[in-house]
């Protein structure tokens, strides 16, 4: 903890300056969906800031019962373990916080301090080790991955009869693009990574995936470690220089996004290789919603009439990234580009959108079978502000740009009577309105 206080100057003074004011304590949707006491954000801290107390204040070394202060043992260790892998580290607490306090960044220490000793968590550890040895979160070796790639390009071929082509270690294409393992097989992700092509397709540019870097996902940020977060991230740049590309465009995944936003410059940069006259990255919103704007793309928006849409903001672009050009931008790029695409747009109660979202459920390494009880729990919040527009504005369809939320949704909904078919992916609406060949290129 000592070596994490002096190199991570937040950690400190989030531990120490908390006042006890109860603000974040039903902000947690864990709390809201669980009722344990524990997972109030106030709580979660505690777990740390009762070990910090002992070690690193002085009343809490000559007063630790006074104080409040505790031992790192092995039943406070098993707590840890509970708790702070019952944070997805989606950030909502830290926007109710009069002093910031950004109870992720606990969650993230704790996990690193417990990892350092050997107590990981299997499920994002089993991950790690399948993208650092395949390329990828499940495992997809390359010719699994080129038969994935040309059913897409079948699929296509069949139901618009134009030929797209899903390209696969193309060296000289323009744009790398790096989506989410579940892209390539998972639904509703299929539908969206079917979408990105399409949109390449029409702009008239060539593009790639990469077979040794087939994931934008990076789960080092989920067990805290900046080393395997900076590990991961290398197979891209890596990819990118061996293909020989001039940017780097990402698909549809919320922390990989915060990733991408906010370390890769530090983690993996300078992108001085790439074409400075772009954004590196470049998210595929920004990307479609540019097109769009310059006129590149003919659009049907009827082909989404059967959709009443609204859009669920994934907690780590809401509140760890941003997008476009202005503040906010991660809010409305993805909404510009819905309503681009379909007629009928609602929006969820504003309690649970934009700044103030909820997270999924699933976020922040919890999306394993092994937590299915927690997860079912944690996605409350989110179900009852689906639930009202579905019933009240006759909403049929949430969109989602993130892979996390998109596999949770569609698992767990299903528990509160929400159908599975109601999840979307964006880049799904942005397939079906899409007119091949109305315009080519600008
Ligand atoms: S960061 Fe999110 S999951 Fe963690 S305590 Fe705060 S609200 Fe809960
Ligand atoms: S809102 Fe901030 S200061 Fe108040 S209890 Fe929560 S963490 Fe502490």
Redesign the pocket.
């Known amino acids: 903890m000592g070596e994490l206080l002096g190199k991570y100057r937040s950690l400190k003074v989030?531990l120490d300056?908390?006042?006890?004011?109860?603000?974040?304590?039903d902000?947690c949707h864990y709390y809201l969906g669980t009722g344990d006491p524990n997972n109030?954000?106030?709580a979660r801290?505690e777990l740390m800031r009762k070990v910090y107390r002992k070690h690193f204040t002085p009343a809490g070394k000559l007063f630790p019962g006074l104080s409040r202060a505790e031992d790192l043992t092995e039943d406070v260790m098993e707590q840890w373990y509970r708790y702070y892998h019952q944070c997805s580290q989606c950030r909502r607490?830290?926007v109710?916080?009069?002093?910031?306090?950004d109870?992720a960044e606990i969650s993230m220490a704790a996990r690193e301090i417990m990892d350092s000793v050997g107590i990981g968590q299997k499920y994002c550890n089993e991950i790690l080790g399948k993208v650092n040895s395949i390329g990828n979160n499940l495992g997809i070796n390359k010719a699994a991955l080129g038969n994935t790639l040309e059913f897409v390009e079948e699929d296509v071929k069949e139901t618009t009869g134009v030929d797209v082509r899903y390209p696969l270690d193309e060296k000289g294409a323009e744009v790398l693009l790096i989506a989410p393992s579940a892209d390539f097989f998972s639904e509703p992700h299929i539908q969206g990574f079917t979408g990105y092509g399409k949109v390449f397709h029409e702009a008239g540019v060539s593009w790639t995936v990469s077979s040794y870097a087939s994931e934008f996902a990076n789960f080092g940020m989920f067990i805290g470690n900046y080393g395997v977060m900076q590990k991961v991230a290398r197979r891209i740049k890596d990819a990118a220089l061996d293909l020989g590309v001039k940017r780097i465009v990402v698909g549809e995944c919320g922390h990989a996004w915060r990733v991408a936003y906010s370390f890769w410059n530090t983690l993996i940069g300078p992108f001085d290789f790439l074409d400075p006259k772009h954004r590196n990255p470049t998210h595929i919103c920004e990307y479609s919603l540019d097109l769009i704007k310059r006129g590149g793309l003919k659009l049907d928006k009827s082909a989404n009439d059967s959709l009443t849409v609204t859009f669920h903001d994934s907690c780590n672009v809401a509140r760890g990234s941003r997008m476009g050009d202005m503040p906010g931008g991660q809010f409305e790029v993805p909404r510009d580009l819905i309503k681009a695409m379909c007629n009928n747009y609602v929006e969820m109660n504003e309690d649970t959108i934009k700044e103030v979202t909820y997270c999924c459920g699933g976020g922040g390494g919890l999306l394993t079978d092994e937590l299915m009880d927690l997860r079912v729990k944690g996605v409350l919040p989110r179900a009852n502000a689906l639930h009202d527009v579905m019933q009240n504005k006759g909403v049929n369809t949430m969109a989602t740009i993130c892979a996390i939320c998109k596999a949770q949704f569609t698992k767990v909904l299903p528990y509160y009577g929400i159908p599975m078919e109601t999840v979307a992916s964006v880049h799904q609406l942005v397939s079906n309105a899409i007119v091949l060949g109305g315009k080519k290129g600008v």
């Open positions: 989030f300056i908390c006042v006890k004011c109860g603000a974040c304590a902000k109030m954000p106030v801290q607490c830290s109710f916080c009069p002093y910031g306090i109870t």
